[in-house]
């Protein structure tokens, strides 16, 4: 096991060693960071000053090797537009989108699981079939339509919940988290369903697809046949054999759901990683672009490590084949 993470990790270093040339490549010449630092008033020695003290007078892979190299350390330099460092501003947006990652993903699983097996089990009823064209809505709506959507019945119809911003927050060391205030919870709900319901109607897809695959198969059967109940053949043999393709779609998704909560947090103006980016664009601020992308793809990595290892308490097929791959 050990063996196998080394060798995933030392895979992953060329990846993320490929990502940050390409991402620092795609902004190195997209707008001009100097004049937007400096307004509209200075004079070409000012401007010359700038550049030297940014080093961007130096050549393309220069600046590269300089970046890759603070990045390895965790400093990515400073923001152009904000003259901060950037690692701590995503430490600062972080917590915020992590906390709605994972409640959108919460919200993903906790409740596509059970309709996926519900309408794989009971495929005829009509609440299947209502599910199923629900479902038709979270995958055909574009995020930012779902948000308007939502903002629009439960903050100004309704007035339920806010429409903007994170709400109250506590502060725990370096990390702040609404999750411990009313109004941070009540802040966390529409963003959150946003963010989860393409996420929830796939997983309920899949599991439903793979449940109806696997009621098929002869030891499904064969259990029938050695009159097993129905509760222990549905959840102990059809559900866990369900669950490695769902493994890895959550896991990617969760990815996905990190890597492009730029639409939510920008329609919900919801102060994380996302919203930082889509600022930092707009200003040419290539340091805090760059470093995005590249924690994005760390992220990535890092949860199909994950994936293949919960591959290994899953699905013992895999263990025993590498078991005998050993003894051979």
């Given at each position: 096991?050990?063996?196998?993470?080394?060798?995933?990790?030392?895979?992953?270093?060329?990846?993320?060693?490929?990502?940050?040339?390409?991402?620092?490549?795609?902004?190195?010449?997209?707008g001009?960071?100097?004049?937007?630092?400096?307004?509209q008033?200075?004079?070409?020695?000012?401007?010359?000053?700038?550049?030297?003290?940014?080093?961007?007078?130096?050549?393309?892979?220069?600046?590269?090797?300089?970046?890759?190299?603070?990045?390895?350390?965790?400093?990515?330099?400073?923001?152009?537009?904000?003259?901060?460092?950037?690692?701590?501003?995503?430490?600062?947006?972080?917590?915020?989108?992590?906390?709605?990652?994972?409640?959108?993903?919460?919200?993903?699983?906790?409740?596509?699981?059970?309709?996926?097996?519900?309408?794989?089990?009971?495929?005829?009823?009509?609440?299947?079939?209502?599910?199923?064209?629900?479902?038709?809505?979270?995958?055909?709506l574009?995020?930012?339509?779902?948000?308007?959507?939502?903002?629009?019945?439960?903050?100004?119809?309704?007035?339920?919940?806010?429409?903007?911003?994170?709400?109250?927050?506590?502060?725990?060391?370096?990390?702040?988290?609404?999750?411990?205030?009313?109004?941070?919870?009540?802040?966390?709900?529409?963003?959150?369903?946003?963010?989860?319901?393409?996420?929830?109607?796939?997983?309920?897809?899949?599991?439903?697809?793979?449940?109806?695959?696997?009621?098929?198969?002869?030891?499904?059967?064969?259990?029938?046949?050695?009159?097993?109940?129905?509760?222990?053949i549905?959840?102990?043999?059809a559900?866990?054999?369900?669950?490695?393709?769902?493994?890895?779609?959550?896991?990617?998704?969760?990815?996905?759901?990190?890597?492009?909560?730029?639409?939510?947090?920008?329609?919900?103006?919801?102060?994380?990683?996302?919203?930082?980016?889509?600022?930092s664009?707009?200003?040419?601020?290539?340091?805090?672009?760059?470093?995005?992308?590249?924690?994005?793809?760390?992220?990535?990595?890092?949860?199909?490590?994950?994936?293949?290892?919960?591959?290994?308490?899953?699905?013992?097929?895999?263990?025993?084949?590498?078991?005998?791959?050993?003894?051979?």
């Amino acid at each position: 096991m050990l063996a196998f993470v080394i060798s995933r990790i030392l895979q992953a270093l060329p990846v993320m060693a490929v990502v940050a040339l390409i991402s620092f490549a795609m902004f190195a010449y997209v707008g001009d960071p100097i004049s937007i630092m400096l307004g509209q008033d200075f004079t070409e020695a000012q401007r010359q000053a700038l550049v030297a003290s940014l080093g961007l007078d130096q050549p393309f892979f220069v600046q590269f090797a300089r970046f890759l190299g603070n990045a390895l350390q965790g400093e990515f330099g400073l923001s152009y537009r904000l003259s901060r460092p950037v690692a701590e501003l995503i430490a600062e947006r972080a917590p915020a989108t992590l906390e709605l990652a994972f409640c959108a993903a919460l919200v993903a699983l906790c409740i596509g699981v059970p309709m996926g097996v519900y309408t794989g089990l009971y495929r005829n009823s009509w609440l299947s079939r209502f599910l199923l064209t629900f479902s038709l809505i979270g995958v055909s709506l574009p995020t930012f339509l779902i948000g308007i959507l939502l903002i629009l019945v439960f903050s100004v119809w309704l007035g339920w919940l806010p429409s903007f911003g994170r709400g109250d927050t506590v502060q725990i060391g370096w990390w702040s988290t609404g999750l411990l205030t009313t109004s941070g919870l009540k802040a966390l709900v529409l963003p959150s369903i946003t963010l989860g319901l393409f996420q929830l109607t796939l997983i309920m897809r899949l599991v439903r697809a793979e449940m109806l695959e696997v009621l098929r198969t002869d030891y499904i059967k064969f259990a029938r046949a050695r009159g097993l109940r129905n509760r222990a053949i549905n959840f102990g043999h059809a559900l866990k054999n369900t669950l490695v393709p769902v493994i890895t779609v959550a896991g990617l998704q969760l990815g996905g759901i990190i890597a492009f909560a730029i639409v939510t947090e920008t329609v919900f103006q919801w102060p994380g990683m996302g919203l930082l980016f889509i600022q930092s664009v707009s200003s040419a601020d290539i340091p805090v672009m760059a470093a995005y992308l590249m924690l994005i793809a760390l992220v990535f990595v890092t949860i199909n490590l994950v994936v293949d290892l919960l591959y290994y308490a899953v699905d013992p097929r895999l263990r025993a084949g590498r078991s005998v791959a050993r003894g051979g």
